[in-house]
């Protein structure tokens, strides 16, 4: 019921939204091709176009794609109240510290490997007239434009640019226990981060791979569709683990299902935890929901720190994401009987199985 009722909020709004456009004067941007309801909007369908052309491969959701998404996640979420109210710098949320301070903030532990986003980014971001938290943010809501499936998310310019680092720690790891995760979150948005919002962030799984998690393979998938934006990583996490993808035991990972996937020890554990089971299960086979839900929380992800009263909202420029693709399934050689069930509440959804030998999921190649 809370999801219909705020996934009809969000449709709601979304109509509004479109109504109020209809009825705002537009301003002709200076490219002589694209309208804007606010003027400040315009510069950003030129960093669009360039986005798409030469960081994105005209447009496709891969490595660099996924990459530029999980740096909006790692730069905003490095903001603690809990550390301001001790008197110490807490972060600046979605302030673009990790890029401004990348020989710092990259050699953290859980932003291993970021840093070769980050320098590909780092021409774009001298190009063009946006502050770095702006570029940051920008740039992961054109990458996840272009998965099938994906909400169109919020974009907004205005942020205020890091002139410090953040400190290290702030960013959860894939060893962390639930517990450890909630509270971090919990902490970064004052509380409105719970464990729901939680399960609601890790939507973006569903595009996403592990480069530094097993030192031996790179580009390890966490479902076996990381090119579309589908619920896959529902289901594929709550399957009974029985290998490892590379080398095995390292540090966050546990047993995955299916050749080639790596599955995170963060994922595994917040799937079965029974403050969240039932609601990880509530996404299988259910689109609508991946999409609305991780459009809310993106968009208060993408401005803590920031004072929304001085941003102004150009999530128009952001494209329409294309229509999802397949069916939600079990993998090939896979069926409801490997399902490690952790919902008592309501059945586990009735998938078909796809027909062949198992499933093996190749690397996504890196940037």
Do not use: Y
């Not at 941007?29 to 360039?50: E, I, R, S």
């Amino acid at each position: 019921m809370a999801f219909k009722s705020l996934l009809t909020l969000v449709s709601l709004a979304a109509s509004l939204a479109v109504s109020n456009a209809a009825l705002t004067r537009r301003v002709a941007c200076p490219d002589g091709k694209n309208t804007a309801t606010n003027a400040a909007c315009c510069q950003l369908f030129d960093v669009m176009d360039d986005l798409q052309q030469n960081l994105f491969h005209g447009g496709q959701c891969t490595a660099e794609a996924h990459e530029s998404l999980r740096l909006t996640f790692h730069d905003a979420i490095a903001i603690s109240p809990a550390l301001e109210a001790q008197g110490k710098f807490g972060g600046g949320g979605a302030d673009g510290s990790i890029a401004i301070f990348s020989d710092i903030e990259t050699n953290f532990h859980p932003n291993i490997g970021l840093d070769e986003i980050v320098e590909l980014q780092k021409p774009f971001i001298a190009r063009h007239n946006l502050s770095v938290a702006d570029f940051i943010q920008f740039a992961g809501a054109i990458a996840v434009s272009n998965c099938p499936g994906a909400p169109q998310l919020a974009a907004f310019v205005g942020r205020k640019d890091a002139t410090q680092p953040a400190p290290d720690g702030l960013v959860p790891e894939p060893f962390h226990t639930p517990d450890q995760i909630f509270d971090r979150l919990a902490d970064a948005s004052q509380g409105e981060f719970d464990p729901i919002l939680t399960v609601w962030l890790l939507t973006a799984h569903t595009v996403a791979a592990a480069n530094d998690v097993d030192p031996t393979k790179s580009g390890l998938p966490f479902d076996s569709t990381p090119g579309l934006w589908d619920t896959q990583f529902f289901v594929e996490t709550q399957l009974r683990g029985t290998m490892f993808p590379g080398s095995g035991g390292n540090q966050g990972e546990v047993e995955s299902a299916i050749a080639g996937e790596l599955r995170l020890q963060s994922d595994h554990t917040i799937a079965r935890d029974n403050r969240t089971a039932c609601e990880w299960q509530s996404f299988v086979d259910n689109q609508p929901k991946a999409q609305a839900m991780f459009q809310f929380v993106f968009h208060d992800l993408s401005i803590l720190g920031q004072n929304i009263d001085d941003l102004v909202d150009c999530s128009e420029v952001v494209p329409v994401p294309p229509p999802p693709q397949g069916v939600t399934h079990f993998p090939a050689g896979l069926t409801i009987q490997d399902v490690e069930q952790a919902c008592a509440e309501t059945p586990f959804p009735t998938l078909p199985t796809d027909p062949g030998p198992a499933t093996t999921v190749a690397p996504v190649p890196k940037p």
